[in-house]
């Protein structure tokens, strides 16, 4: 029996493919922010636990796992950072777009109004 070959790209993908550029960097930006502070509140435990005196291999382990977290948080959130910053181009890029063409039509419309000094009647 020929199993019939799965997609290529795993569902999360199509999910994200389809998301509002809006949705992202919402999504990101808070999970990042989650886990920066995730990582922080490891870090501080591992902290307590090296001045308590614990093996050092108990609190070396936390302390690289909450910097594994911290750094992943701040990466995210630099996508995150870069995601907004294209929503903020698109939307200067669109308005001075819309304001161009109100311009263009004003000049259209005065053009079409005023009479050819070259025309006689």
């Known amino acids: 029996m020929i199993v019939p070959k799965a997609e290529a790209k795993p569902p999360g993908k199509r999910l994200l493919k389809k998301m509002s550029a809006h949705t992202k960097w919402l999504l990101l930006s808070t999970f990042s922010l989650m886990l920066i502070g995730y990582g922080l509140c490891v870090f501080s435990e591992a902290a307590n636990l090296k001045h308590t005196g614990e093996p050092t291999v108990k609190w070396v382990l936390l302390g690289t796992y909450s910097l594994v977290l911290i750094n992943s948080?701040?990466?995210l959130f630099g996508q995150a950072v870069r995601i907004r910053?294209?929503?903020?181009?698109r939307?200067?890029?669109?308005?001075n777009n819309r304001k161009l063409e109100k311009q263009m039509d004003v000049r259209r419309k005065t053009r079409k109004k005023?009479?050819?000094?070259t025309k006689t009647n």
């Open 73 to 75: 948080g701040i990466a």
């Open 114 to 117: 005023s009479k050819s000094p």
């Open 91 to 95: 939307q200067t890029i669109r308005r």
């Open 85 to 89: 910053v294209m929503i903020d181009v």
